[in-house]
């Protein structure tokens, strides 16, 4: 697809800056004022009805195939035919929505302006898990519990995880409420009950899974790419002092569920390729990975090059005509496990995967100044705070706030594609 | 409905010592060979077919809306209904299945034996949360790891829960295939890859959500009892071996989520009413729940009296024509925290419940002997073994071991009802 590198579409705002060039080409679900929801594509300021260029006839055998699985308004059935069905969609909308499509006139019809659609979740989750991959996150919180020994002596052999909440998933752009719950105030020895004084955003990259596996079939760690269908943002808002109370001995449970929320458009396995690039090498003395998770050509390919990033809105640089504060540059060269690593552990034990369920990194920092994940880490604490250029000043979210996250994928000689936006506005509990 | 308390079946079986007299009358999801699965009752040794019912015309109103609900073969539709639909539908199935019944001739065309049919997962689950309230079983695992603070302080204000696995949730009879996973062998420093070794059950409780709630709204714990729709026994199949190496910081994953298994009958809320009673005492210095936790009506009437049972059946045992022995006999008293507390504070931060939402209450240990709910308990963390009539002994389970969960609920005055059985057999990995 060599081609592809440099080609241009007739959707002339895809050809500039966008997230959504003729190389990108992401899925989703949205829906027009008043309309059903349906699949569609992204492609510059616009959405392509798939729907409706389904109806026009334009797609035969396999990409057919693959559009028509979509016909229930979710991404589940289309995960679930694999790699095959969204190469040969994608290869069909490459012809399509190219510089020299002979259907321009056909598919202006089922071309939508984004800014006039509401975009919904891609996919229903069967289970969400989350990890715990960025190294840098685990270290920086294990030090502000065990200065000494931030790292747990299973972390450099256990791709780390736990089960998320599945109903409180949510689309970009829904408001966070401030949750409620018990926190041990500093200095007591018995819980209040309130609203959440601490809360938090982190910075993930989601993985939407593809092709699942049957109860007790492991998926070698060979084949664990092949099971990726795509990817996307997600903010896991965290109510800190609600997680620091409730999460021995079993983990987080509701300092995290009360919503977490993802970006629409899942950027395909197929269309960050050119961004993929060897596992960073492991620092000395640390081990190897164990048999079932060591793959030469996930080590030599597996890790992405994806640059994140993290705004913040505030109502004070909102009414000031400030720019928003851009809290941190990350990028996901800071996860210590592959993905094809995390889909081969979470499956060993016989876990069944299915088709639409949704892995979280876990919170990807960065080891330079400016690239955290997480108000936790960049407050020491709750301890330093934040200073914005309209004076105020933060430690943690306070209603109002809004986080935004981006991510973006550039490398010379290739075409540079984003992600679209992760954003929730923090809102007063009820 | 007291003149239901002896009130007979004309379904005989249902009338001697049956789990499934008319007093119960649990909901399932039950095929016969070659055909369609589809919602019934059970009613002693047979199921009523009620889509047949409902086709020869003997439902009307709410009762009938309830069985149409069904007609997707889950029972989700049905759950979010609420306890109106249920009562509607037990009063008519009260009728029907009475021994006065006028329509004896046309529902027994509707009546299988059970034994004939396959029983299936009784709703598609949408979240799995597994608690932690058998405080019994919280201090004995507690006391493996500490023992000089087994409960952490946090035990007695927070209804501990986590997360658990959906996708691999399967009804009574199907095989437990033995996990692999990372352990850390004893007084080594790196782990090793293979099949657990440390193979247990946990006795639970199962708890089906009825009517959920929306996102950012609580449920108060005066309406908490109103969304629980039934009740059914869960194993939550645990790798011992794998969790005590995988579970910091986030808590147990792999060491679960390769299968969890339910009894398929779902015993409503209704049937359970008589076995209903006030929630026992808290010992002397354990602090009161905080205020959303706290109700007068579920202080009194809240907890649970239901016997319950684990039997374990070997090869040895099997092969010699030995009955099978009794690990446990235990009983939901020993819950910490009533189901209504559970529902309250899961949902208190606005998390979402939906209809066909399952709990687990935690392993239901008793203080008593012979009341434990796991193996790691009853073998004091695998130091002491079981020894079986067979000459066989025991520590964890080996393969060809089969474990059997039993319910039954008595009191002077009611007719007894019980679970049916929640049954696996482990079988070697692959």
């Given at each position: 697809m060599n081609h592809t590198a440099t080609a241009r579409s007739?959707?002339?705002?895809?050809?500039?800056?966008?997230?959504?060039?003729?190389q990108n080409l992401p899925l989703g679900i949205f829906s027009r004022p008043g309309e059903a929801q349906r699949c569609g594509v992204a492609i510059g300021d616009s959405i392509l009805d798939l729907q409706a260029v389904l109806a026009a006839g334009l797609f035969e055998g396999e990409a057919k195939t693959a559009v028509e699985a979509t016909v229930d308004a979710t991404l589940n059935a289309y995960f679930a035919l694999g790699r095959s069905a969204r190469v040969a969609l994608r290869q069909r909308l490459l012809e399509l929505?190219?510089?020299?499509?002979?259907h321009q006139a056909a598919l202006q019809a089922a071309l939508?302006?984004?800014?006039d659609c509401q975009m919904h979740l891609p996919a229903k989750v069967g289970d969400y898990t989350d990890f715990y991959v960025g190294i840098e996150h685990a270290k920086n919180v294990g030090k502000l519990f065990r200065?000494?020994?931030?790292?747990?002596?299973?972390y450099k052999y256990v791709p780390i995880g736990y089960h998320g909440r599945a109903s409180t998933l949510r689309p970009s752009g829904t408001d966070v409420r401030r949750p409620k719950g018990q926190t041990l105030p500093a200095g007591q020895t018995e819980p209040s009950f309130g609203p959440c004084a601490r809360l938090d955003f982190e910075l993930e990259l989601g993985i939407w899974i593809g092709q699942g596996n049957d109860i007790g079939q492991a998926i070698p760690i060979g084949d664990a790419a092949e099971h990726v269908a795509g990817y996307c943002l997600l903010n896991d808002w965290s109510a800190r002092d609600i997680q620091a109370w409730e999460y021995q001995p079993l983990g987080p449970f509701l300092s995290k569920s009360f919503i977490t929320t993802l970006s629409p458009w899942v950027v395909t396995a197929e269309a960050l390729e050119p961004f993929r690039c060897a596992q960073p090498a492991r620092p000395e003395g640390d081990p190897q990975p164990l048999s079932y998770l060591l793959d030469a050509r996930d080590q030599a390919n597996g890790a992405l090059d994806i640059e994140l990033e993290v705004l913040l809105i505030t109502e004070g640089l909102r009414e000031q005509g400030l720019p928003p504060h851009r809290l941190s540059l990350s990028n996901?060269?800071?996860?210590?496990?592959t993905v094809a690593q995390m889909v081969a552990h979470h499956s060993v034990n016989g876990c069944q995967l299915q088709a639409g369920d949704l892995f979280g990194s876990g919170t990807l920092s960065g080891a330079?100044?400016?690239?955290?994940?997480?108000l936790l880490e960049m407050t020491d604490g709750g301890k330093q705070a934040i200073e914005l250029a309209s004076g105020e000043v933060r430690k943690f979210l306070e209603d109002g706030d809004e986080i935004i996250l981006r991510a973006r994928c550039k490398r010379d000689g290739a075409v540079s594609i984003g992600f679209g936006e992760c954003r929730g506005k923090v809102i007063a509990g009820n």
């Open positions: 007739w959707v002339e705002q895809a050809n500039g800056h966008s997230d959504f060039p003729l929505l190219g510089e020299h499509s002979e939508y302006l984004a800014s200065p000494d020994n931030p790292l747990l002596p299973n996901t060269l800071s996860m210590y496990w330079q100044p400016g690239s955290l994940g997480s």
